[in-house]
């Protein structure tokens, strides 16, 4: 697989706006906005425009419709029967996810979802494009792209990795953990979160969290697991996000709820700039801690100067982090916090937000697949579930493993 690399995410999304195309338009933020534009997408797409398969950094861009096997069956101009759906499903690991609701996949599943959609659609596309995809897949997910990437060379097609500067080099920095550190506790009971799609009175499968209870965790703190093991399901949960019966918080603190930097960006980026700037300029506290970060990554890291302020993602990401660590909440979460960052960026912003938190005395619980930060962390808690019916209720056990 060919890589072009880029040095800053809007230079990415440049180049795929004006080179590539997009399965949908490139304005597009998520299933939900998909249906006003699908008239004219799928015209595009058989007049013969679209001839490259892209699998987009926000792999929910591309996957339209409600139920997973809907995807793979209604993909415009092809006709997959069951059995080919069965079999993609299987290849690529989303077999029991087909009855599932798209609203319902982790950012990983959704991202296996669009790898198999580009291997249906391989027979009449020329080329294929993945954006970098690290950071939604786990370690054991990398399998799901060597196949696709097989799919199209074996038949001499062009097949083209897009990632930013450092995406592919998966070694840890070499900076040890911040001291002194922020001990907290962590409590689970009876947590159980029914996945019913917002628009409808269907029940899906139900999240059910075995009781966990440790009152002697180290800040930061990485939630590991593979893709769809529960791990952004609890921390909505923590942060109170999503629905959900039963007991979990952060022991020892105050604050009615954990804030959450969400793994789907996309979504933040309806959070404008301006309101980012408006809320700084309201908020002291919250404009001196981008300050703080700012300083922080411009020290160790000077070539990030230019990029710490304005629109650019690494801006937003500070803006947003420096407005939720304010009023001392129940402890700070990132998802995914490399997404749309090169290794660089990535690793300075989780730093420097290590070193704020401990500042302010907030535990900060980190959600990634990335070994990048694997030696700024002081303890681990591990996910991982198991089917328990045939309706696809799941159990997802949570175990601390560092």
Not at 84 to 113: N, P, Q, T, W
Not at 212 to 227: H, Q, V
Not at 361 to 389: A, K, M, Y
Request: hydrophobic letters at 40%; charged letters at 25%; glycine letters at 6%.
């Amino acid at each position: 697989m060919d890589e072009r690399i880029f040095e800053a995410f809007e230079e990415r999304e440049s180049h795929i706006r004006d080179h590539l195309g997009s399965p949908v338009p490139s304005r597009h933020l998520g299933p939900r906005a998909f249906f006003a534009d699908l008239k004219s997408a799928t015209a595009d797409i058989s007049r013969g425009r679209r001839t490259i398969s892209l699998v987009p950094g926000n792999p929910f861009d591309c996957l339209a419709f409600d139920r997973v096997a809907l995807v793979l069956k209604a993909i415009p101009n092809f006709d997959a029967t069951k059995e080919e759906i069965e079999h993609v499903a299987v290849d690529f690991g989303i077999r029991e996810l087909l009855d599932r609701y798209i609203y319902s996949l982790s950012g990983g599943e959704a991202l296996k979802l669009a790898l198999a959609k580009s291997a249906i659609e391989q027979p009449k596309m020329e080329q294929l494009a993945i954006v970098t995809p690290w950071n939604s897949l786990s370690y054991d997910g990398h399998q799901y792209l060597q196949k696709l990437n097989s799919i199209y060379t074996r038949d001499g097609k062009k097949s083209e990795l897009l990632s930013l500067r450092g995406d592919t080099d998966f070694e840890a920095v070499d900076v040890e953990a911040s001291a002194p550190h922020v001990r907290f506790g962590i409590e689970v009971a009876n947590l159980k979160i029914p996945l019913t799609d917002p628009d409808r009175v269907t029940a899906l499968p139900t999240a059910i969290f075995s009781d966990f209870s440790d009152r002697d965790l180290k800040s930061p703190c990485r939630l590991f697991g593979s893709n769809g093991q529960g791990k952004s399901l609890f921390a909505k949960a923590l942060a109170g996000v999503i629905d959900h019966s039963g007991v979990v918080t952060i022991k020892g603190r105050n604050s009615a709820r954990a804030r959450l930097i969400f793994q789907d960006v996309s979504g933040q980026m309806l959070l404008s700039a301006s309101s980012l700037e408006i809320e700084l300029q309201e908020n002291t506290a919250a404009a001196t801690y981008q300050e703080i970060l700012a300083g922080a990554i411009i020290q160790t890291a000077p070539e990030l100067a230019p990029r710490v302020q304005g629109n650019n993602l690494l801006a937003i990401k500070l803006k947003m982090i420096a407005a939720r660590v304010t009023n001392s909440p129940m402890a700070l979460i990132l998802d995914e916090p490399d997404w749309g960052l090169t290794k660089v960026q990535a690793f300075e912003l989780v730093r420097a937000t290590i070193d704020l938190c401990n500042k302010v005395g907030t535990p900060i619980l980190v959600i990634t697949h990335r070994q990048w930060f694997d030696r700024l962390f002081h303890s681990q808690i591990d996910f991982s579930r198991r089917l328990l019916n045939r309706k696809g209720d799941m159990l997802i056990d949570m175990v601390r493993t560092a």
